[in-house]
């Protein structure tokens, strides 16, 4: 139920300081209930409307676990460990919840719509949260169809538990209609659950899905569609009205969609949806992967939209699923645009290898190898030209069925609005023949106004244009002895060809887009037709040959950059990849290159640079590029550095590599040696251990007294022999380990040419030299603290760090202490003592950051029978001098401390203790010199 906001665990105890005394307390409020305001959305009116509503349950005040008719208002900070039930009346009745400003609802059992209709508001427009998860249902799921979930606002984020979505269904379970009219929604369904819609298993169809406003996410789960059907469930009606929306399938699932069947999709109200199929073979708008026949898809209408859809491995981007057919009982894809609507729909199937057997899904229909099914492009509404690009080519068809079939498509209506025809050489309009400025022109008389093609003047006096180029790097292109244009106007004829040249590119170019400004009425419009960079007429000039009308252009060129590969004492050879377009990611490939004897591959360097790369990962090309074949004995690791981690605790970070062969193995491990004793780290421990472009990093916590004792590391293999270890440069290590501490990385660093590096690792050093004198550690290593290293100004800056208190001590508390954890982690901590006659668990106590008191910080409590400790722990490096607010009260009086761990080490340099002197200086410096390094600031 109700969570406070601080949580309780036991922590350590350590140094102490007693600064004073302290106390704390907020008054209640009596005042009768409010009226709140809150934003309203509907279907008719996606505009928001404020409403005032009188009556409500304050959850802050009291939190039924079933709401029935009427308002419930989330007022503060709320937790549920329970499933909240929503109970209406009946199926027409409404439950309201409306969330208050930046308060959260945390639901850790979901919420679940029983009969009637949950809807959601915001206080203002998208303030307030929701966090709604389950371990045996939907995030927020329903057990009625004929229940209903509205959510007009605010930040809602769903996960669904195992077979169940994030929101919608559990397992076989119902779907009521689901409506979104504003806000920012992420819903992730759990293993075999869509994203939004269906649990696993449930063949009825639901109602329907609808998103008129607001931005949505949906992530299926393993073999779940990100909208629509769970594994072996079908899928409702799915509507688009507006908004933006990203909808991701799993495994087998589809992005948008589901199993057997569904009903309608529909897209339009000037929506954006992007959808991406499984990665086995779901479809991006349609069916999973399968072997079966898909049925009743009614129909998918797309009108005033914009809708990208990137198909699985072998699936139709709109259709079938991987090895799935169409009966002939199907549906239909609807495309439908009326004139200043727009529509821009990317349609990419995908591709799947079977026996070296490229596969690809067809844009609109079938998935790969299917060679029946039913013709889903079946009705392009209304006269309009339909403009199909294949990987950047035009393609121009008389049968657009066919066209939509190819691989990838890109389809964009012509909004010209005269455009009325449609043949072989694209789109044409009925007035074409006159000035686009002036309109001068008699068509029934065949006659038009004449063009001048050197100064481009009408014969109505207007001329003047600009071309902007984009895709090229200045260098890249030149302009030749006519200033790089040329253009040709013949009168009579269309308004003319620019030809702008490309003199110093080597390389392959494609146009990606071309648009102009219409001089009519101002838009900015596509071509309607283009051709190619092309050097049929000079082959050491090439250029782009384009229809201009007369006006600004714009035109987006693709620079194509080669790859090779380098097999790097190997033998064989690997096909070339084609040109991949500049800037575009790229997934290193298998090596197809046998490795010479003794070595196996390890992956592939890129030009100069050091990293190697395992094959399936992504890069960014831009430029042309030699991946060279990487070889490397087996049974061996590589230690490439040794390095320091400074967050709420120093670590050692050691970036290490295996070879293939090392990481099949399930026993292997790094061996870690200090002080004679053995510990073994694993390459899973997720606590220990990341992954950065095939580099292993290991990451050891080291207590500030033994930033000077050595740390072994070796490798070691399932059987438990040591593994050879080698620098990056490929010498063995002596015994095959590698020896490290943070002394040894301060002493090297001291020497860096940045200079707030060497700043900090001399601070560093000190602070560990300062730390094991003071807490008396025993390293085998003697040190002598040397004041004459720190500024002499460092007691003079107490007064910027001072302790700070404020109100008035509550009844009970005799004194306040301030105190530092040093051995483990950067902890400051507060302790307040009491006299008896309060109970320390009636003190009321929360923590803020100073500069941002609305910011709750999460800090650990500690009860004593007269005392409660406050603790925040893990400070990083940078943040030493943050201030925080400690506050407790109690009854009318409330008490609040300001300090932070600064506090402590600067009260430390006045003791008497000269070990302690001499800890309070080192950290004051290693903060300061911390705080410069990592923000430029220049402090010390």
Known sequence: MKKKRIRIISVLISVMLVVGNAGAMVMADDDPQQPVTYIYRDSE???????????????????????TDGFYFLDDNVEYDEPIVIQASDNDATVCLILGDGFTLKATEGIIVKTGKLAVYTQSDDSGKIIASSSDNAGIGFDS????????????????????????????????????????????????????????????????????????????????????????????????????????????????????????????GECEVFAQ???????????????YTASVLASVNIYNSKVTGFAGPGAACFGAGYGVTLDETSGFVMISANEMEVLDITAIAGESEIDGQVLAGQAFGNGAGVETGYPSVNSISNPVAVKVGLEGTLVLEDDRMEACKEKIVK???????????????????????YCPYCKGTDLSAGQAHSFDPQTHICICGRQGY??????????????????????????????????????????????????????????????????????????????????????????????MMNLSFDCNGGTGGMDEPDPIERGTEYTLPDCGFTAPSGMIFAGWKIGDSDEILPAGEKITVDTDLTLVAQWVEANQATIKSGNVDFDGCIRLMFRMNFSPDLLSDSGLCVEVEKHGDTTYVYLDDTSLVSQKNGDYYISLPVPIPEFADDVTIRVVDGTGTTVKLVTSSGERLENDSFTYSVMTYAENKQN???????????????????????????????????????????PTRLEEFKYVKDGECPDGIEKTTIKAYFESDN????????????????????????????????????????????????IPAPMLGKAYDFTISYGDKTYTITASPMTYALTSTKSSNVDRQHLGIAFFCYYAAAYDYFHGNGQI
């Open 827 to 874: 902890t400051l901590s507060i302790t307040f003592y009491t006299d008896g006659s309060v109970p320390v668990s009636d003190y009321e106590i929360i923590v803020t950051d100073h500069d941002d008191p609305s910011n709750d910080v999460n800090a650990n409590l500690l009860y004593g029978s007269r005392k409660v400790s406050v603790e925040v722990e893990n």
């Open 752 to 794: 860096s040419e940045d200079q707030n590096m060497a700043t900090l690792a001399k601070a560093l050093y000190w602070y560990g030299v300062a730390s094991q004198n003071y807490f008396g550690y025993d390293s085998g290593k003697t040190f002598v603290f040397d004041e004459s290293l720190f500024p002499a100004s460092i």
């Open 466 to 559: 600009k071309v902007t180029v984009i895709g090229l790097e200045t260098s890249e292109w030149s302009m030749s002895s006519d200033e790089g244009i040329h253009i040709d106007y013949s009168a009579g004829d269309a308004p003319g060809n620019l030809y702008y040249f490309l003199d110093s590119i080597d390389r392959e170019i494609v146009v990606k887009s071309a648009t102009y400004v219409d001089p009519e009425d101002g838009q900015t419009k596509d071509f309607t037709q283009w051709v190619l960079v092309t050097d049929e007429y000079d082959p050491s000039n090439r250029y782009i040959n384009m229809w201009m009308p007369a006006s600004d252009v714009t035109f987006e060129i693709a620079v």
């Open 145 to 268: 169809r004929n229940a209903d979930f509205y959510f007009a606002g605010g930040v809602l984020i769903a996960q669904g538990a195992a077979d169940c979505a994030g929101i919608g269904g559990k397992a076989d379970g119902p779907v009521g209609d689901i409506m979104f009219y504003g806000g920012t929604v992420t819903s992730k369904g759990g293993a075999n659950g869509a994203g939004i819609g269906a649990g696993k298993g449930n063949r009825s169809y639901y109602e329907y899905i609808n998103v008129y406003r607001g931005e949505v996410t949906a992530i299926g789960g393993q073999d779940g569609a990100g909208i629509g059907g769970g594994k072996e469930s079908s899928a409702g009606n799915m509507l688009f009205q507006g908004g933006v929306i990203n909808a991701t399938g799993k495994g087998l699932a589809p992005g948008v969609g589901g199993y057997y069947q569904f009903v309608m999709m529909q897209f339009g």
């Open 277 to 291: 199929g499984g990665d086995q073979g779901g479809a991006a708008y349609g069916f999973a992967a399968g072997d």
């Open 45 to 67: 009116d996606y505009n928001t409307k404020q409403r005032e509503c009188t009556a409500y349950t304050s959850l802050s005040e009291t939190m039924p676990t079933t709401w």
């Open 411 to 433: 389809i964009q209506l012509c909004d010209h609005p005269d455009c009325t025809t449609y043949t072989d050489r694209g789109a044409y309009h009925m007035k074409e023949r």
